[in-house]
């Protein structure tokens, strides 16, 4: 699809709704003001890399998934441009791989992954300026998080909450965010491997004490990149949330 060929659909939304469940819709370089939401079904959707190509909405998050069956979304840009809170990616209980895009300026988390039967694959892409977490993952979701670059954020780069969460976190890299680099509350679980936490305002990885992570807590600093924080390294509290006023 094509926003300047007659003879293409004008809207990735619009090639999509016609597209049957194997098919492919390929996005040509260009801005779309579009929105997708996509249920009980599995999608294919290739965009021609993310810096060429932008999807925004002014009216809610640019992606909504909910119970996505598989399928792939790579190469695009999704950027919330409206002032009512929402994430500019959203994914509820689904499977699919999600790729070489980019997340920003969503009002609430960058991307919300959630649901106890969420389990998409989130891999190498940038989520960036958005005005809480980059990545949050809750909800009793187990996804996938590896080669993700959060940055920018005005809380943390990935954030864990709720019982039955357990995220495999894996070769992310989370700098610049205005708290800490990584956040894990509320009796979350995960995988936390060959993370690099450098370079934000507070610690590189907050966790309050009931939190169970793989390698143990204190080996978290053996087998990730924590340093470089101007408040240290790793930090259990069981207010993480207390300088934002939650």
């Known amino acids: 699809m094509d926003a300047y060929d007659p003879g293409a659909y004008s809207r990735p939304s619009a090639a999509l709704k016609d597209a049957g469940e194997d098919d492919q819709i390929f996005v040509r370089p260009g801005i779309y003001e579009d929105k997708f939401f996509v249920a009980e079904r599995p999608i294919l959707l290739i965009g021609a890399g993310r810096d060429h190509v932008q999807i925004f909405c002014r009216r809610g998050g640019p992606l909504?998934?909910?119970?996505?069956?598989?399928?792939?979304?790579?190469?695009?840009?999704?950027?919330?441009?409206?002032?009512?809170?929402?994430?500019?990616?959203?994914?509820?209980?689904?499977?699919?791989?999600?790729?070489?895009?980019?997340?920003?300026?969503g009002l609430l988390s960058g991307v919300v992954i959630y649901g106890p039967n969420c389990r998409p694959s989130f891999v190498d892409n940038e989520v960036c300026f958005n005005?809480?977490?980059?990545?949050?993952?809750?909800?009793?979701?187990?996804?996938?998080?590896?080669?993700?670059?959060?940055?920018?954020?005005?809380?943390?780069?990935?954030?864990?909450?709720?019982?039955?969460?357990?995220?495999?976190?894996?070769?992310?890299q989370c700098f610049q965010n205005m708290l800490s680099g990584m956040l894990m509350f509320y009796q979350a679980e995960a995988m936390v491997l060959n993370n690099i936490c450098r370079d934000n305002q507070h610690w590189g990885f907050v966790t309050t004490p009931e939190c169970q992570t793989s390698p143990l807590r204190d080996q978290l600093e053996t087998h990730n990149?924590?340093?470089?924080?101007?408040?240290?390294?790793?930090?259990?509290?069981?207010?993480?949330?207390?300088?934002?006023?939650?």
């Open 64 to 105: 909504y998934l909910q119970r996505v069956t598989g399928g792939r979304i790579s190469g695009i840009t999704f950027r919330y441009v409206g002032s009512d809170q929402h994430s500019a990616m959203n994914i509820l209980d689904s499977t699919c791989a999600i790729t070489g895009c980019r997340a920003m300026e």
């Open 131 to 172: 005005r809480e977490s980059g990545i949050f993952v809750f909800g009793g979701a187990k996804p996938y998080v590896a080669q993700n670059r959060s940055f920018g954020n005005h809380h943390f780069g990935i954030a864990v909450r709720d019982p039955g969460s357990h995220p495999d976190l894996v070769r992310n």
């Open 225 to 246: 990149e924590l340093g470089s924080n101007p408040r240290g390294s790793v930090f259990v509290t069981e207010q993480p949330l207390s300088e934002i006023g939650r």
